[in-house]
C-alpha cells in the first residue's frame, strides 16, 4: 500500500466521521423539538479486491439510519388537547393547500406525525404546532358508532351542548351477612341492625346523624349532574333493617347525602 491508499484511507475516515458528528449536531439542536426522531450513523467497511500477493487499501463509509419507528419519551402536558401515541402508529393529519370564504381549504393527501401538541384555533380545528390538522373517522352522534371508513378533517362545533340531569346509576355490591357497624356486637343479637326509630323516621336529621353513622356502613360515593350541569357528590350508606324477612331474605336500606 503506497502513500496515495493511506492517504485515502485516512481521509475517508474522518469524513465518515464529520458526518457521524453532523447526525451528533442535529439531534443535540432538536433535542426539546416535539416529534422529533433522533439520526443515528452506521458504519460500513469498504474493502477493495485484492489478490494474496498484494495489499489494496481500504476505507470506511458512514450511512444515516433514520430512527423514525422508535418510541420517544411521553411528556406531561397541561393543555386538555395534547395527544401521544404509546407503541406503534401515527396521526393522520392534513395539510392547509389554501383559503375559501374565510375557512382553511386542506389537501386531500394524507400525511402522517408523531407530533401531538395539537390545539384549538380561531375556527375549532385541531392543529400542531407544525401546521398540520387531526383527521378522524366520522362517528354516528347517536349511537357512537363509526359512520365512515373515510378520514376527515375534525372540527368542533362552539355550540352549547344542552345539560342533561342524571336520572339513572349503575350501582353493584355485595352487602355482608353480619354488617360490622361500629355499635354491632356478635354477642348481642340484633346489635348490627338500625334501630327502629331510626328506620321509622325515614330520613335522618342532624340529630340523627351520630348515631345512624354508628350503625349503618359506608357505601361509596358518585358525582351526579342536575338540569343545569351542576356536579353534586352523593355519599350513600346501607344499614340492615330486619333479619331473614321471609323466604330467607334481609332487607336493608340504602341512605344518601346529597351536597
Same mark, same amino acid.
Given at each position: 500500500?503506497?502513500?496515495?491508499? #493511506?492517504?485515502?484511507?485516512?481521509?475517508?475516515?474522518?469524513?465518515?466521521?464529520?458526518?457521524?458528528?453532523?447526525?451528533?449536531?442535529?439531534?443535540?439542536?432538536?433535542?426539546?423539538?416535539?416529534?422529533?426522531?433522533?439520526?443515528?450513523?452506521?458504519?460500513?467497511?469498504?474493502?477493495?479486491?485484492?489478490?494474496?500477493?498484494?495489499?489494496? /487499501?481500504?476505507?470506511?463509509?458512514?450511512?444515516?439510519?433514520?430512527?423514525?419507528?422508535?418510541?420517544?419519551?411521553?411528556?406531561?402536558?397541561?393543555?386538555?388537547?395534547?395527544?401521544?401515541?404509546? $407503541?406503534?402508529?401515527?396521526?393522520?393529519?392534513?395539510?392547509?393547500?389554501?383559503?375559501?370564504?374565510?375557512?382553511?381549504?386542506?389537501?386531500?393527501?394524507?400525511?402522517?406525525?408523531?407530533?401531538?401538541?395539537?390545539?384549538?384555533?380561531?375556527?375549532?380545528?385541531?392543529?400542531?404546532?407544525?401546521?398540520?390538522?387531526?383527521?378522524?373517522?366520522?362517528?354516528?352522534?347517536?349511537?357512537?358508532?363509526?359512520?365512515?371508513?373515510?378520514?376527515?378533517?375534525?372540527?368542533?362545533?362552539?355550540?352549547?351542548?344542552?345539560?342533561?340531569?342524571?336520572?339513572?346509576?349503575?350501582?353493584?355490591?355485595?352487602?355482608?351477612?353480619?354488617?360490622?357497624?361500629?355499635? /354491632?356486637?356478635?354477642?348481642?343479637?340484633?346489635?348490627?341492625?338500625?334501630?327502629?326509630?331510626?328506620?321509622?323516621?325515614?330520613?335522618?336529621?342532624?340529630?340523627?346523624?351520630?348515631?345512624?353513622?354508628?350503625?349503618?356502613?359506608?357505601?361509596? #360515593?358518585?358525582?351526579?349532574?342536575?338540569?343545569?350541569?351542576?356536579?353534586?357528590?352523593?355519599?350513600?350508606?346501607?344499614?340492615?333493617?330486619?333479619?331473614?324477612?321471609?323466604?330467607?331474605?334481609?332487607?336493608? $336500606?340504602?341512605?344518601?347525602?346529597?351536597?
Amino acid at each position: 500500500m503506497g502513500i496515495f491508499g #493511506a492517504m485515502t484511507t485516512a481521509v475517508s475516515g474522518l469524513r465518515a466521521q464529520s458526518f457521524a458528528l453532523e447526525h451528533i449536531s442535529d439531534n443535540i439542536a432538536n433535542s426539546q423539538t416535539i416529534g422529533f426522531k433522533r439520526t443515528e450513523t452506521s458504519f460500513m467497511d469498504i474493502v477493495s479486491a485484492s489478490n494474496p500477493r498484494q495489499q489494496q /487499501s481500504g476505507s470506511v463509509m458512514a450511512f444515516t439510519r433514520p430512527m423514525n419507528d422508535s418510541q420517544g419519551d411521553l411528556l406531561g402536558s397541561t393543555v386538555d388537547t395534547s395527544l401521544a401515541i404509546n $407503541g406503534d402508529g401515527y396521526f393522520v393529519v392534513a395539510e392547509r393547500s389554501g383559503v375559501a370564504d374565510g375557512l382553511p381549504v386542506f389537501s386531500s393527501v394524507d400525511r402522517y406525525t408523531r407530533r401531538g401538541d395539537f390545539s384549538l384555533d380561531k375556527d375549532g380545528y385541531l392543529v400542531n404546532g407544525a401546521g398540520y390538522y387531526l383527521k378522524g373517522n366520522p362517528i354516528d352522534s347517536t349511537t357512537g358508532n363509526p359512520s365512515g371508513s373515510i378520514s376527515e378533517v375534525i372540527k368542533f362545533s362552539k355550540d352549547f351542548l344542552a345539560a342533561k340531569k342524571t336520572t339513572t346509576m349503575d350501582y353493584r355490591l355485595n352487602l355482608p351477612t353480619y354488617p360490622k357497624t361500629t355499635n /354491632s356486637k356478635e354477642s348481642v343479637p340484633g346489635s348490627e341492625l338500625l334501630s327502629a326509630p331510626l328506620i321509622a323516621a325515614g330520613n335522618i336529621s342532624e340529630l340523627n346523624e351520630e348515631a345512624f353513622l354508628k350503625e349503618s356502613l359506608a357505601g361509596g #360515593a358518585t358525582t351526579i349532574y342536575d338540569d343545569a350541569g351542576n356536579s353534586i357528590n352523593v355519599q350513600m350508606r346501607w344499614a340492615k333493617h330486619s333479619i331473614n324477612n321471609g323466604a330467607n331474605n334481609s332487607e336493608w $336500606g340504602l341512605y344518601y347525602l346529597s351536597e
